[in-house]
């Protein structure tokens, strides 16, 4: 089993910035194996969104709605992986969460999230 611990969250003004962090730990053999982690969020009456998206290569994703101002990275292991939100926006207010993909599946992980408040 894995689990994951989310952090780094918390209440900004537009414009600023904030790193969320994800950290793995639990089976090594599927620790050892995890081949891309992703960020997603689910604000307030809305539906899971994923944000950002990283493989074991490097490759990576983005919502087009953070395109441009969030950038995801990974330490080498693949056990972190970061979330650098820049020029947050009141839309970007929700409840981050991260999962990691196992072979061709997503592990459907859920930590207690970060919470990320963007207010005036």
């Known amino acids: 089993q894995v689990q994951v611990v989310e952090s780094g969250g918390g209440l900004v003004q537009p414009g600023e910035s904030l790193r969320l962090t994800c950290a793995a730990s639990?089976?090594?053999?599927?620790?050892?194996?995890?081949?891309?982690m992703q960020w997603y969020r689910q604000g307030p009456g809305k539906e899971r969104e994923m944000v950002a998206g990283?493989?074991?290569?490097?490759?990576?994703n983005y919502a087009d709605s953070v395109k441009g101002r969030f950038s995801i990275s990974r330490d080498r292991a693949m056990n972190h992986v970061y979330l650098q939100m820049n020029d947050l926006k009141p839309e970007d207010t929700a409840v981050y969460y991260c999962?990691?993909?196992?072979?061709?599946?997503?592990?459907?992980?859920r930590g207690q999230g970060t919470q990320v408040t963007v207010s005036s």
């Open positions: 999962d990691a993909r196992y072979g061709s599946t997503w592990l459907g992980l």
């Open positions: 639990g089976s090594i053999n599927i620790i050892n194996n995890i081949n891309a």
């Open positions: 990283i493989t074991l290569g490097g490759h990576t």
